[in-house]
Structures are given as C-alpha cells and as structure tokens.
Nanobody, 121 residues
Framework: VQLVESGGGSAQPGGSLTLSCVAS????????MAWFRQSVGKEREGLAT????????YTADSVKGRFTISQDNAQNTLYLQIDSLKLEDTAIYYC????????????????WGQGTQVTVS
C-alpha cells in the first residue's frame, strides 16, 4: 500500500490550500484515513480522520472550522482543505491509513505517505 501526498507549497496568511493523498490498492481495505502534521521540534499532531466506509469525519478542536477532510472513493483520494491559513500551520503534512479505531494514535497507523510541506509566510 502506498500513500502519496501532494498540494503543499507556500502560501500567505489568510489563504487556502488543498492537500491530496492518493492511495494505491483497494480503497475498501482502509477503514480510517487521517491527516497529521509535524512542525520542527514538535510531535506529530492529528488533524482529522475519515471513515472510508461510512464517510464519518472527526476534526481536532485545534483546527475545527478551518480544516476540512473529505474523500473521493472512486479516485482513492483523500483531501484536506485548509482555509484561513496561519503562520503556525507551517509543517509537513502526512496522510495515513489505519484500522477503524485508529483515531489520532500514530502507533495504530501502518501506512504513511512521505509528507508534503506547507509553509505559511
């Protein structure tokens, strides 16, 4: 299973970005997809999860209202819409695939993408 993120780059505060994560293999085999981020000197932070089976989503309080997770099952693609960008959103953003109960526990995720850099300045 491979996950490949794209869509990162440089943006100004107040702007928007949409990150994508394309998954190889059968989409139905992955029950919980998630976005995490990690900035320099900080632990990896869970942002949002989505069930590939039900479409139910969960977004961390720290980014709720600005970050939106979605999926296109036909394209095996996960998205993260980031609005009202802030300087503190600068980080490497990762998508991950895991079991339904994975939540924001990084240890539960077996598959990770390589990450895409988002820089807000």
């Amino acid at each position: 299973v491979q996950l490949v993120e794209s869509g990162g780059g440089s943006a100004q505060p107040g702007g928007s970005l949409t990150l994508s994560c394309v998954a190889s293999g059968s989409w139905s085999e992955r029950y919980c997809m998630a976005w995490f981020r990690q900035s320099v000197g900080k632990e990896r932070e869970g942002l949002a999860t989505i069930s590939t089976r039900t479409g139910n989503t969960y977004t961390a309080d720290s980014v709720k209202g600005r970050f939106t997770i979605s999926q296109d099952n036909a394209q095996n693609t996960l998205y993260l819409q980031i609005d009202s960008l802030k300087l503190e959103d600068t980080a490497i953003y990762y998508c991950a695939a895991g079991p339904p109960w994975a939540g924001f526990n990084t240890a539960h995720y077996k598959y990770w993408g390589q990450g895409t850099q988002v820089t807000v300045s």
